[in-house]
């Protein structure tokens, strides 16, 4: 049974981590440079963000290469190292993983490419397909757990990218998709249909991230879980909307309130939880806090 397959069996819940970036620039990532490149440039400060997610009670912590894909990297002009950052971003998550005094899942994260995909864009599905494999067979190499196919909005893309990962391991998936336009995703697809269509991949979990922040996330898993109460959902909400405060991005959701869509996304039916954007250790404290408070009538 592989590790995530495991947790799951044994916990009514599980949490993952929260933002990684938001973390980073505090460390002192410039706004514009590639945080994968810090895999290998400062791999201990990397370490530092999983270990505090860690400390604060995340099972389940993803790996620094969210924008790992040849595709992201080739903006910094490092996409011939694209193997050799997500294999980094995996060793470091798995460093920290390893360190823990309780059983932590490594995920590998997988964003989006940034490009559309034929016939709104120029990027061919076995492009898309290639370049996701590179990074999977990387991300395995470096011993992650599972890959998590995040903040999509085109499910041609997921389609690509899990083809990619099954092209090169037979690591289990979760996939989770972004509805930020009005309740779909920006290609248009609402909650109900990209679980119809995510089921078809077998991913091991499937949901929401990132987008307009809790609520939004809470609309997501109540019609995935309407349409379908066995599917394991994950609910990893940003900490609520931007907002430009002083010419610094600023996030306004605080942990307190983190907590509360918690305890309300369990109640709605999702299993696993964590943070995006904005979000620190102290959210995902709260949130293990709430969450262990917490019980389904």
Known sequence: MNALESLLASNEY???????????MAAGLEHGDPPEEWNVLHPDRVQAVHRGYIEAGSQIVLSNSFGGSRFRLELHGLQDRATELNRAAAEVARAA????????????????????????????PEEARDGFAEQAAALAEGSVDVLWIETMSDLK?????????RSVTDLPVVTTMTFDTRGHTMMGVSPAKALAALREFGPLALGGNCGNGPEEIEGVIEAMHEADPNVVLVAKSNAGIPELVDGEVTYRAKPKTMAEHAVRARKLGARIFGACCGSTPAHIRAMAEALAGSAIE
Request: charged residues 15%.
């Open 14 to 24: 599980l949490l993952a981590d929260g933002a990684m970036g938001t973390m980073l």
């Open 97 to 124: 993983a390893d360190a823990a005094l309780r059983d932590v899942v490594v995920a590998g994260s997988m964003g989006p490419s940034g490009s559309l995909i034929e016939p709104l864009g120029t990027l061919t």
């Open 157 to 165: 893309e997921v389609q690509a990218a899990i083809e990619g990962v």
